[in-house]
């Protein structure tokens, strides 16, 4: 690690010298963003078509792929 990344790190160590995987985890992820589970629930409940089936259809999947094990019920309701 190297630069803004390499403080970022060692100020949670500072904060919790017993930092463990799940806390840094939760940490990077609320630091820089990413896809959590949270956001692509939000981003699919607000999924609208605005071009072709084809492309809502990709960006539905695309979604989709990241959230582990979907109730196929709530694939279905979320399409």
């Known amino acids: 690690m190297e630069?803004?990344?390499?403080?970022?790190?060692?100020?949670?160590?500072?904060?919790d010298e017993d930092l463990t995987w799940e806390g840094l985890k939760e940490a990077l992820l609320?630091?820089?963003g990413g896809h959590g589970e949270r956001d692509?629930?939000?981003?699919?409940?607000e999924l609208k078509q605005d071009g072709t089936v084809d492309e809502y259809i990709t960006k539905f999947e695309y979604l989709v792929a990241?959230?582990?094990?979907?109730?196929e019920k709530q694939f279905r309701g979320y399409f």
């Not at 692509?40 to 409940?45: A, G, K, N, P």
């Open 3 to 15: 630069g803004s990344t390499i403080h970022f790190f060692n100020s949670l160590l500072r904060e």
């Open 30 to 32: 609320e630091r820089y």
């Open 40 to 45: 692509v629930y939000e981003q699919l409940t």
């Open 66 to 71: 990241q959230i582990p094990k979907l109730p």
